[in-house]
């Protein structure tokens, strides 16, 4: 007779973390929703809260902070999972933030929405009385988030004090708040890229478009194929040419850069990453404005 | 690489800065070509820019911007690696004493713990502290890493005087599985590969022991223990009747037609399903996440313990643990605090202080009773009603618990029980 293994491989056991997490937070919260921007990281991590709570429907709003400068595959994504979930979609939109004069647009060549999505985050947050925020953010993405706890404290102005941060020990996850304050819960925090499209591989999950390669306009910027797009200004220098590409990540349309790539399936894909030499936020624009953009940014309340 | 079977493997290292413990995490991500070019790239113009010759590995672990400001670690970080054989999750933490707390966060879920030791010093009060630690966390495998071997022109006499020295140490711990490794962390020496200049060492290096080592046993498969998370009712059709148990197996193995009893309550039923979303198991065990419905309609909910009939734990509201206080307040003897175990959440009171461990010299004081920050002690819990316990020795996680102010709603305390 054979002998049984007793023992989860590795994908199985992130699998089973991230679970636990999910049913954490519906136990622990009020009112949580998952962060939801069309990306591969929050479309695994809402195909995770539909496993952890089956046969019932997940417990969770999607909300999603639209910058306005969308890929227009993405809110295409976006609305149709919605409806196959049956879920509720919230939107809070960096457009009225800065129409009600909460924010102020950048300018120039290098103007992003990146940073303003903070403001219509918070304040989504705030109008639904969200006391959870779920949101798909990995520890290996980026030097401060490798320092993010699972249950991540948010004070009443959304901050994060990384120098302040509650031990989160064995399995014992503690949500409790004050009113006004709120928590952010990463549940594939261990995950790496690979993890996430070995997953999606397993588990055929449904991405956007985007992230198989096919041919789109791009201009050549900070070392990627920035799409051409009505909302980048581009400089007699860039000149605009057809190129079959893929993106690794998924933020707006402005920032976000593609690479070279004949991956169309998602075998291809996943064999493609990981023979990659560079870090996937190595296309993203607003990871580069300084060595510490992403912590920065974190403490106001970024994602 | 086979993801069927490939293991997660967690472990923990602790130290300052001039142990070379970030360097030695460094070379681990270069020599297994874990590190991206554009990371290699940042690393070498900031090398360059501090005037170190070559690349300085230990960069690679930069934190946050007080964290390289400082040159110090302050909270765990966490790292990751993937080789042909296992997923690795690192959990670099601070070694001196005042970050004790973070050393046991780390710890917590470990299955490994690397010791680094300075080869021209040997076992210092710190060696003692983060191996003390790792035997208090029952960390189940540790690995005794003596470094800057190229310092003592890899001598075989110095390791061996090295492992005599720690293996007096050992006595007054409880750590099941030790090995040593000389390595050179600098060099690259039996760090991922073997040493051409330490042809007197026989053992594996440091990469391959941490891929092949034997992890399976390290989780509790006799005891079977769910603790329910939450309960799923979908009340949709087709499911009208359903009613299922969701939580993860913390420890043992449940098979459907299994007699269980339902703690604290006492009820008895048998397991019906094992559910993951559409998938219905005939068996599960630690760590799966599951959905248990039973046979019987009966009354549970979030902190219950579903436990096979047979095999229970105990159940009791008084008793000892090794607390590890984490907050810059002080305990307050017989104040309030939330309880966490498992899922379960009481309100509790230190009833007693037995004794405070020195944590360098590996004594016990009965005369300082007073419970400060990083402080480990031995003291009496009073809930206000029982817990489903087990040993800590026994059960990672049906053996361990929080305590939470309800005033700053802050984890102050973490404990292990006995």
């Known amino acids: 007779m054979k002998m049984k293994k007793y023992y989860l491989n590795f994908l199985d056991e992130l699998e089973s973390e991230a679970i636990f997490i999910l049913r954490e937070v519906a136990a622990q919260f009020r009112n949580p929703v998952v962060l939801f921007s069309g990306g591969k990281d929050s479309i695994v991590v809402a195909h995770l809260a539909m496993k952890a709570f089956y046969p019932a429907k997940m417990p969770f709003p999607l909300l999603h902070v639209d910058t306005g400068h969308n890929f227009p595959e993405t809110i295409e994504f976006r609305d149709s999972l919605v409806e196959e979930m049956g879920a509720q979609l919230l939107v809070g939109s960096v457009q009225d933030s800065i129409d009600e004069g909460r924010v102020a647009e950048e300018s120039g060549k290098r103007a992003s929405r990146n940073v303003l999505q903070i403001a219509t985050l918070l304040d989504a947050i705030e109008s639904n009385k969200i006391d959870c925020a779920i949101g798909g953010g990995r520890r290996d993405e980026e030097k401060a988030r490798a320092k993010e706890r699972f249950f991540s404290h948010r004070d009443e102005f959304g901050q994060w004090d990384p120098k302040n941060q509650r031990p989160e020990l064995w399995n014992l996850f503690n949500g409790k708040q004050r009113e006004g304050e709120h928590f952010r819960v990463f549940p594939i925090s261990n995950w790496t890229e690979m993890d996430v499209w070995s997953y999606i591989h397993r588990e055929n999950i449904a991405i956007p478009s985007l992230y198989f390669a096919h041919d789109r306009e791009v201009i050549w910027r900070d070392n990627s194929w920035i799409p051409v797009s009505e909302y980048i200004t581009i400089d007699a220098k860039e000149i605009p040419e057809v190129k079959k590409i893929r993106f690794r990540t998924l933020g707006d349309i402005t920032i976000t850069g593609g690479i070279e790539s004949d991956a169309d399936t998602l075998e291809k894909i996943v064999e493609e990453v990981s023979a990659m030499r560079q870090t996937e936020r190595g296309n993203r624009a607003d990871d580069k404005r300084s060595e510490s953009a992403m912590e920065d940014r974190k403490r106001e309340g970024y994602f | ?418």
């Open chain 2, 1 to 418: 690489m086979d993801l069927s079977t490939s293991q997660l493997l967690r472990f923990s290292t602790a130290g300052s800065v001039d142990d070379g413990k970030s360097t030695l995490i460094g070379r681990l991500l270069y020599d297994s070509k874990s590190i991206f070019e554009d990371q290699l790239e940042a690393i070498e113009s900031t090398s360059l820019k501090k005037g170190h010759v070559g690349v300085d590995l230990a960069l690679f672990t930069d934190g946050l911007r007080d964290e390289r400001e400082q040159g110090i670690t302050i909270d765990v970080a966490y790292r990751y690696f993937t080789t042909p054989k296992r997923k690795f999750i690192i959990a670099d933490t601070p070694g001196h004493i005042q970050y004790t707390r973070n050393m046991v966060t780390g710890a917590s879920t470990a299955n490994v713990a690397i010791i680094l030791i300075d080869a021209r010093h040997g076992v210092i009060e710190q060696t003692k502290r983060h191996s003390y630690i790792a035997s208090l966390l029952q960390i189940p495998h540790i690995i005794v890493c003596v470094n800057k071997m190229d310092l003592l022109d890899f001598k075989e006499e110095r390791f061996n005087e090295i492992v005599e020295e720690y293996e007096s140490i050992l006595s007054k711990m409880m750590i099941k599985d030790v090995r040593f490794i000389p390595i050179s962390a600098l060099k690259g020496d039996n760090v991922v590969k073997r040493s051409e200049k330490m042809n007197w060492f026989q053992g594996a290096p440091l990469l391959h022991t941490l891929e092949t080592l034997h992890i399976s046993s390290d989780i509790n498969k006799i005891d079977a223990r769910f603790p329910v998370q939450t309960v799923i009712r979908p009340q949709r059709e087709g499911f009208i009747d359903y009613r299922g148990y969701a939580g993860r197996i913390e420890s043992g193995i449940l098979r459907t037609g299994d007699e269980i009893t339902v703690l604290p309550s006492g009820f008895k039923s048998k397991i019906k399903s094992i559910d993951v979303q559409r998938k219905e198991l005939k068996e599960a065990f630690a760590p799966m996440s599951v959905s248990i419905t039973l046979e019987d309609n009966i009354d549970i909910s979030r902190g219950d313990m579903i436990v096979r009939a047979d095999n229970q734990p105990r159940v009791e509201q008084e008793f000892d643990v090794m607390l590890c206080w984490l907050n810059n307040a002080i305990a307050r003897p017989n104040a309030k605090y939330t309880i966490r175990h498992t899922t379960n959440e009481q309100k509790a009171m230190i009833k007693n202080v037995l004794y405070k461990m020195d944590i360098n010299k590996l004594e016990r004081n009965t005369e300082d009773k007073q419970i400060n920050m990083n402080d480990i002690c031995r003291v009496t819990i009073r809930t206000t009603k029982p817990l489903m316990i087990d040993e800590y020795r026994d059960n990672r996680f049906t053996g361990s618990m929080i305590l939470v102010d309800e005033g700053t709603n802050e984890t102050v305390a973490a404990g292990m029980i006995l």
